[in-house]
């Protein structure tokens, strides 16, 4: 069954801290991932897309990771800021005979303190 | 550019009662999608579109209707609410499919409630 699954659920850090969000996935065969930031009342934005071939992506102060080889995904934080207050949400799409499909993972809450 | 706009922002139905969620575009994507997103759950897709004229159902379609007229507007029919269909609905749209290539473009959701 095609799944992906993120963990933390969710997860409380101080402001400057560094963190790492990580998503594991079940999706075969895989095209692409990508990492959204959704915050409260809004709707996703892309943080990073990545391909088979790709195994790490900046955007910012974040950056992701990916292993295909394991089905593995990281979305790292650097020297968090209180707007980084968001959910984050890993999107795997897979191609198959009918086109691609896209399953969405249930998003870690981040939550920055002061 | 506007980007992706839904309508309303927030909808109180009764039992059996129909709406239509409006979603409009301004960026002339061809690939349009509505969403349900429940609480500690992944987005689920409901329809896309491809183009004006062509939908297709998602993984969750049943109790909803779509159409497509134009390039822009992707509305969301739903006929007989059901407590069910609470949720929060996202429109979104990208240049082309979901290859991953093209990045999709989320509204900012329309929160429905059934009671």
């Known amino acids: 069954k095609n799944q992906v699954e993120q963990s933390p659920q969710s997860l409380i850090i101080l402001e400057g801290k560094n963190c790492t969000l990580q998503?594991?996935?079940?999706?075969?065969?895989?095209?692409?991932l990508r990492w959204y930031k959704q915050d409260t009342g809004r709707g996703p934005v892309s943080l990073t897309i990545?391909?088979?071939?790709?195994n790490t992506k900046s955007n910012g102060r974040y950056t992701a990771t990916l292993d295909a080889d394991t089905k593995q995904s990281s979305l790292h934080i650097t020297a968090s800021q209180l707007s980084d207050s968001a959910s984050y949400i890993c999107?795997?799409?897979?191609?198959?005979?009918?086109?691609?499909?896209?399953?969405f993972g249930a998003g870690t809450r981040l939550f920055v303190k002061a | 550019n506007a980007g992706v706009t839904q309508t309303p922002k927030f909808r109180i139905l009764k039992i059996g009662q129909s709406m239509t969620l409006q979603c409009a575009q301004d960026?002339?994507?061809?690939?349009m999608y509505w969403y349900r997103q429940d609480p500690g759950m992944g987005l689920k897709l409901i329809y896309y579109?491809?183009?004006?004229?062509?939908?297709d159902k998602g993984e969750v379609p049943n109790g909803y209707n779509v159409s497509r007229s134009t390039t822009e507007d992707f509305p969301l029919r739903l006929e007989l609410a059901a407590p069910s269909q609470t949720s929060v609905y996202f429109c979104?749209?990208?240049?082309?499919?979901?290859?991953?290539?093209?990045?999709?473009?989320f509204g900012p959701g329309t929160r429905l409630t059934v009671t």
């Open positions: 579109s491809v183009g004006a004229g062509i939908t």
């Open positions: 990545m391909t088979f071939s790709e």
């Open positions: 979104a749209s990208t240049r082309a499919g979901e290859s991953g290539v093209h990045e999709q473009y």
């Open positions: 998503c594991n996935y079940t999706v075969s065969p895989f095209s692409n």
């Open positions: 999107v795997v799409t897979l191609r198959n005979t009918g086109g691609f499909k896209t399953i």
């Open positions: 960026m002339n994507h061809n690939y």
